[in-house]
């Protein structure tokens, strides 16, 4: 059950509304990594959660962004405002001037319609909460792209609230992730096929106009990393019992494409 | 610039086709987390990335994708095809075969269009892999559910082939991020307010039908953490010079809303 | 600010869970005329509004719409939960058994992805209470079919509590719409042209297969109405100081369109 | 069957093109209320109209939103034109300007194409007969800020003229429903819960930050309105036998969830 | 200007309603390649046409396809009605049943609202007459799918027709591109570069999996045409003056990838 | 499968970067007639095909569009990075800047996220040829218009040779479907009805505004035409055994609706 109380969380002043930056500001209410999508997906997964330790965090957040998403509301309705009486401001947002009166709406900041294919919801735990961790990373960024992009101390304030707040939830749900005990990789009941979980295809060869090349790194080589390059790629790859088997069939590839052309019927 | 190889990556053998199973398989062809999703994502951070080293992986991966794509829609396609003809099976989607003669299409099992509204990319890189670490997790137990719901046994091979790769990739964008060598909660560049980033505020509260209550974990309690309760939450939350401050307004709030009633005009 | 109460507003109970049934709930959950959409339709209205009064009132039921979101959320999730594990049952929704592993996800009953596009919102008070009085009236609807369709009594209670409860809210939203006082005809500020407003246009005519004729009823007869039939409207309608002139130009229209029929180049 | 008569249901001149004008003339071609909406919404329901009578009423004003349709069209397009050419016009709307070629297409001012999700049909008239009439309402208030953002006489005359329509439409959908006899809080055939129905839950209570309070009104005092205020309410609402009981669990809340705190695992 | 004559185009007949049939007809209804897409896309382009002649073939074709659009409805209406009452018609398409009632909506047969995303307008009328032929194609094959798995002989004659008439617009539209007297690859005003219009890619090589190869057509070989295999595209095409250079930049590119790897930071 | 070499297949050199410009190319890489769209209708075409021969070109053109895709995006990335710190720039587009960080995503240049519901797919290999020489005519021309609007000389090369291959393409799929062999207005196995095929319903009559009157061209006159009359359509159109019998029903139309009035109950 849901309870509404009149004062915001986080008390917003704006000096001199700016319509242009109103418009950016839906972005974090009707967009795709705005306040209504975090309030959504973390109450869902909550609603769908079997775990009652952790179904009582994502509730704790699920609506704490509730209430984000009523500050970034005021915040964008106070800088929509004249869109409302002036036809140039209305030109940063016709559909906000025209449709909505200078009002909010679901949208983001180039009138997308907020849509729930926005949310990740998979009702396995762990794999939510590493999408929660990502999701309030992109928050961040967004709202420090905000910040940036602002003139208007009050409004500098509350977004800087906002900001801190994702940090404080992607903490939230590291300690909840690690909590749970599981091996990092380890997702799920079915184990990856050993041998072939190691391997890293070189699926992009050559040099760039701006002389990219190849790269070694950790997420390659060291520890059980092997590489595979494009020839033995080529030939395809069949797993079984736990080792990977270059299928051959003799004579299979020729550079180029040169041979075994046939003609059309 | 891209090749095709005509050999597949992984060599596809069906039994006998199940078009209710190959409705099943779509999600991973044109649904939210699927191959396509996985390939987009990857390729156009790659495409974004100045980070010359992180951008070759991006680019393998990404590529890799586009091969796991060709091979579920290979199987799918096997399992559609008797909903070109059949009218039992078209109706366990009738958009593949009516409007596609049984062939693929990228829609999900529920035939929703595929849209770049799944996809993940905020051209900041680290925050770019923890999305995909997310991403593959996904992945992983979707493909895990299909297996579960799969009794032809060269179906399955291809899933467990695709189900490993997709932890294999969550190895290596996890080691990439951890190579940048940043603190896991340093995100951008403009600092988390010190003090409220570590407030938790308990916005969830009471007990449960099935008896649900508050809970204190690694996420709420120990190190940093502070948690903030209901009245004080309720009085609203200022945060000024790296402290959180309670404004007060005297008489602010009286619980069940009883008071300050005026009659409506 | 809001608030999650861990109780829900109505307890739920169900005895045997009907997967195909819970798939039709999704409906309310996160369909065109569900919850979330009258959720935020109604808050983003208050959020918006200037009249203190009514804005109080669109806060009150915004929020137990969220409420209801919530159970309908947990009763579906309790008639979809064997999609996890029964092949059958996921047949009934494959996007919910295979991405969501059987938890609820903001889609409705054919798996669409909950959109802001379902929502009327325009800012003007009295034509935003239009809206939410038909937007209630559809969910009334809604909840009885789901009613007649439903065997389980557990179930039937909770959609008999939901379905009173919008019409308790279409009571509120008339008598809002009542006491500003306005007449039913008049919206924004510009008077449309009189004459012209009480012209009914008779735009389809004939006599159809099953017998189907022209009708007078109030709509169109009595009062200040003036039907005006299609030799007179094809001659083009011009407004001009609040009367209705026909546009003469002779010899304009020949029936048949045999007439003045040019070669093409 | 439909026919198309060459000749303009209201003739357009335009003085000066202006294409940020043809932009949010958009709203009204293909915008959530414009004109195809208003044709597709009435049209259908009167397709699926059993009821004779207003079956033909709907087809009447189905048809000509059709005519409005081509109108807006073609005032749209003669403001949109510049877009072909010049660059700076172009910026206006890209979409319109690079893949229209400056000519209409079904989008709104914010390019997004028009969706059937607009569309309010349920099949039970009275319930369609208020959609109408509220989407009437906001047609209109649409029409009348596009009027106030206009500078040319021309297109002002045709707007006014579509703007008067909707008032026709306004009067005519709510003598229809009327005309129907039907008490107007008699929606379908379940009757809501006697008692319930009359509970007013004050769900937003407090005071905002701009002096914000609980307000009573029509909506929720006088007749037979009871309000049930948070403590009473967030003990649980059942309802039996057409009245409410408050289900008790002793001890059920402890005010700020302070209290039956457990620790995780 | 519209008018509506209430005959339908064709009169409609249905022995036993067929739900699951009813949800199929609707690809046609409110489809991808259904009705109301041909309507559109026809009369806009008309809407947009410079040309008269062209342009009164672009309204004849429009308007005809609206009143398909109503023949489609009705046979639809009549198949899913038992959807109304019948908990397993309901089952066959559940948003028909419950948001709708048993009456048609602009879904295609997945419950995918209509959109204008289906629309192609380019304003370009050689270009729009090449996509309305493929249009009427895809139109008439959908047609023939659903006659194939249609059992009522009155709902075939009704397909019969409308698939016959989908073959009358393909000729029309392609005598219509025919004598603007166009080259047929001639598009616009820019000419392509000589030379490199000629090159074919041989971007996909190798043999596949049931012995796919190269082949050579007359999509490739024979006039004009010059095949460019892979070894000469990877090292860039560069279009100057009418001919392909190749740009040179020595030991470009190892096969596989192997060489020039460097360390990551 | 697929390989990616780092170069790319056209070298991009940007001189100033134009963030208008950027947002603008945007439809090239994330619209409808875009590289993405044309990569996935040919190359999911090609999936599905079982003509050996056509599929092989399928893919080919398919894969080249990806190497299409990649230089679009670089070319657009290179102009819109100064949205990450201009706030002027970033006005151009929002969503890129704030979202994007300045780095390009899969959306169009009114912000819309790419959708499948753009590609054109049934199944039939004639009819896909259809689709795919529509679609190279809309890419050649949007590409031609962007041209226009741009003053960048490396930019204007690159899209001079995106544009060449548009008809490339175009003219490969010309002779592929011309070497099927089959009747141009052949699709399929089902014969339209005889008569019926050949006979022009005139459903658009009267005079325009400007002048427009019917017209008589190669597309409803000579040939097999027949043009049938709004008197004749209007008696209802019925075909059996190949020839078209109006069906009489005595006294069945008065002009202009304003007989058969019933009084509505």
Redesign the interface.
Known sequence: ????????????NVGTPDP?FG??LL?QF????GE?AAA?QYS??G??CDD??????L??????E??HL?IV??LA?MHLKPM?KS?DS??????I????????????????????????????L??DL??N??AE??A???Y????N?CDDPGTK?AL??L??????H???????L??LGKD??S????A??PG??????????????EG?????????EGGEWKIV???E???????HNGKTVA?TRKD??????????????
């Open positions: 059950m849901y309870h509404h109380i009149k004062k915001l969380m986080y008390t917003v242009r418009n950016m972005e009707g967009g795709a990594n209504l959504m869902i997964q609603l769908n009652p330790d952790r179904k009582d965090m509730m704790d957040i699920g609506t704490e509730l209430s009523e509301g005021i309705r409302k036809r209305a030109e940063a947002d016709p559909l001037a025209i449709a909505g009166g200078g009002g909010v709406g679901l949208f983001n900041s180039m009138g997308d319609a907020w849509t729930a294919d926005y949310l990740k919801i998979t009702g396995e762990d794999v590493r999408s961790i990502a990373a992109r961040k960024i967004v420090e792209r905000l910040i992009f304030d800087q609230f900001m801190t707040r994702e940090i404080t992607m903490k939230a749900f590291t300690a909840a690690e909590s990092p990789f997702i799920g009941n079915i990856p096929t072939l979980v190691d391997e890293y295809f070189n699926d992009s060869t050559g040099v760039g106009d990219e090349t190849d790269v070694r790194g950790p997420w390659n390059e494009p020839p790629l080529e030939q395809g790859v069949e797993a299928k299979d590839i020729e550079q180029g494409g040169k041979t075994r052309i046939k003609k059309s019927a």
